[in-house]
């Protein structure tokens, strides 16, 4: 055998000789003409193809061992290249090389030293019906033991992979696990657009919540609602914001709307939509939020712990995005509507406060770009449809407040009944314009957004300057509130390498109030009287996401922004001021994210931000830890840690009002830190988990400790009289501490899902100079939170939705501007009866302080808040039209809840018929929503 086999072997080299001298014998073709160039493409072609392909083009003459070309694939693009380019692009990647003869022959060989044939694979994860990017996806290479988590575009990248086949795992909350198999060539770089189906969605609010759907930490740390969870949460009018109440963590304030993450204030944290700051107007009661509800595709609450890349604020983040899919399914031939491949969906729905309208589509060229669209607007209709429970409330916190009419008329008025000449007046309206291009691995992202609101008394015509009215007459006067807000962007999102993703974006916020107050030159400090707050801002920034190695990635950016504002703030208010500023910053920050083992996951990051105004560099270092084991003998099991330091260099205030009408009590601005005072400061540190024990049962844990080194407020006690005021002169610096824990526990109800939560939380702080330096609880925080939910799918096509809940141990009983009226003084009752003008006033004023304890806020401890709430959704089809219908029924039990108390004149009061009473005004309550019944109707087609 072995002597056969030795003979055998220069049998083979010898014919392969011969048939290389015959090759390169042959008779000379016409050469290639020097310095002629050549355009041509192979893609997965064949190489013994591919050569022969380029030889019958060229001319040249090329000699090759078809037995060097078998199995290998060409992968080739040449774009005016000599010959010999040519046919080093399509020898790249196949461990042959070429030479060439002095006859002008090239001949085919294997490559002495061949490299690595390292592959890579660049690609886009899309939802499947809409075409729209999913971003965070989970993408994971079975093969090579490599897992990749999408960027905010979709967008993945994976280098230095061998050649061979690839079984790809793609995963995200609310999809279905998609599996398929990519080849990756010798040296070659494949594009996959991944699509992944979206699972079945219910009309009933499923809030998704750390980790519902795959066990992961890199869920954790974030609460999310998608926009089926936003317009099917319970509650009159369908308020985009409202139900984030459901949320762990996450409390959205019954007579503001105000948001407030993990005990932190309204103004704590940043409102996006699509990555621009959004300046939330302030609202009246929780039913009509400032955006509309169709518009937006998922909104994502960071709290306490969050990362580098998010930004600057001392409480959390809140990212809004537009929703860009179509919602429909393709008609026409070929499954295209018009030449251009037109799609779209159109939705309309009515309830007692607003109509909704949203028109939606998608296209794609014959070329490969792909784009969609949005367009989405609302209107409220309060004059026409508004229930009459909620007008009835609404007119109730639109009465006289007597002890206000006290403290700041310029005379001794007596109390009587002052009916209001009109009633509250609610008006708002907002229109959204999104769209998205998409080609290749590259997109292009826009969107705008405007919305404004109304929000006052509506006085049927009564004019304070007309000097036939009584004088006494303290309903005559114009107290409206008009707000307007804008917000524009553009970003492109590209994959640059195959280790590399980039985009940059440019954005545009602004912010707009005018307040118009006019008043009886002897009931007011002043006559007329005009508040404003222009705030706007404007930056572009950058970002690129490196991957240094496998389970090594590092995101770098880059932001330049400029903030101006201008603050109008005049005597109908506590604290009459007038400031401006215009100021540049810039910020970078960096991440780094190493996996460490099979189960840990370390983020180390930091901030950096340059104040011009104080020329002046901030740090903010930030570290967390994510830890996941899945499948154990006790279930899935995921962790996360985080903390850091935290900046706030733009911050909102409100500021009380004077007004004796409590329908709006305060007046908001947002102003950007000038020189004068150093930016907000607070330390995290954050822990959560998940734990899923069987496929029903999940629970989710979270605690959360804030330090807040230093904290801008409003100091009520400063002197204002002067124009042109640096901030200095009106902001005072307090302190204290946040911490809480919250639990959810989850159970699946087949199609449907109820939930237990509970949640502690405790806000102190410590105010310079105000309340003897104590350190007191925060007026917003709510001690103890338990609430019960539910929503089952009895039949198809019916949902029905339940929530009870209790909130206890809520201070600061009365309405915020009788202690803000209090300290203006430094809650000093002498200081306080000085500035009273008439004597009947200042006895008045001394009475309630002192009975009432006005100095004494956690002293007024306000009753539990108890409310059940029960909705209905029924879908159904009337032809080609979809329809909803939707039956909401808020307190259902009639309870009685209080936002705060007020003072009113009782039957005991005494006046100048009736001296011999208590000459003390009565406590009242100002109530939250009584029982409403509301009707919603949802047409699409």
Known sequence: MDNSTRHRRPGVQTVCGLLLLLFAWLPPAAQAQVGEQYTLAWRGTDLDQALREFQAASGINIVWLPLLAEGKKVYCVARSEPAEEVLKCILSGTGLDFYRRSSGTYVIEPSVEAPPLWGNMRGIVVDAGTGQPVPSAHVFLAEAQRGRVANTSGMFAFDRLLPGDYAVQVSHIGYRTTSLSIEIEPGGSVRPEIRIVAQPVLLAPLVLEGLAMRPSSTLLGFAMMDQEDLTGSLGPGGSALQGLDGLMGVRVNDATADIHIQGGDAGEHQFRLDGAPVFIPLNVASFIGPFSPFALGSIRIHKAGFGAPLGSHISGVIEARHDLRYGGARSGPDGLDGAFGYQSRTLVQGDPLSVNLRHSGSFERTDGTRGSLMAASRVGIWRLSAPSSLVGLLDDWNRIDSF???????????????????????????????????????????????????????????????????????????????????????????????????????????????????????????????????????????????????????????????TADRVRIAGSQQLPLDHSFTGWRTAVFAQDKIQVGQHAVVELGSRFTFLNARASLYAEPRLAVRLDFPGTRTGDWSFFAGSGIYRQFVNQFDVSSRSPRTFVSSTRFWMAVDSTVAPPKSGHLTGELFWRPTARWSLSAEAHYKRHYHILSIDYSANTDVPALDQDDFLRSSKGHTYGYAA???????????????????????????????????????????????????MNRLVLLGRWRLISGRTWGFRQAYYDFMGAYLNDIDRVLDSVIDPGARARVQRQADYYELTNPEEHRLPDLIQMDVGAGYSFEVGSIGMQARLDVINILGRTNTADWRFFQGDGYFDDQSPTGSGILERGRRELLPRVVTFALRFSW
């Open 404 to 562: 206000l009419l006290s403290a700041f008329a310029d005379r001794n008025t007596p109390f009587s009944e002052y009916p209001p000449l009109g009633s509250p007046e609610i008006g708002f309206a907002d229109l959204h314009l999104a769209g998205e291009v998409k080609r290749g691995l590259s997109t292009l992202n826009a969107s705008l957004f405007t919305g404004g609101s109304r929000l006052g008394n509506d006085l049927g015509g009564v004019s304070a300057a007309d000097p036939e009215s009584a004088v006494d007459d303290i309903a005559q006067f114009t107290d409206i509130y008009e707000w307007r807000s804008t917000t524009a962007q553009a970003r492109y999102n590209t994959v640059l390498t195959g280790r590399t993703l980039g985009s940059i974006q440019a954005r545009y916020s602004r912010y707009g109030l005018s307040h118009d107050f006019v008043a009886r030159d002897l009931v007011t400090l002043a006559s007329p009287e005009d508040d404003g707050n222009q705030m706007s801002e404007a930056a572009i920034s950058a970002k690129l996401d490196y991957a240094l190695a496998d389970r090594h990635y590092t995101e770098f950016g880059l932001e330049l922004i400029r």
């Open 744 to 794: 959810v526990l989850k159970r699946s109800l087949g199609l449907g899902s109820a939930d237990l939560r509970y949640e502690y939380t405790v806000g102190r702080r410590q105010i310079a100079g105000l309340f003897e330096g104590r350190l007191l609880d925060v007026p917003w925080n709510e001690p103890h939170r338990l609430e019960l939910s539910a929503n089952v799918m009895p």
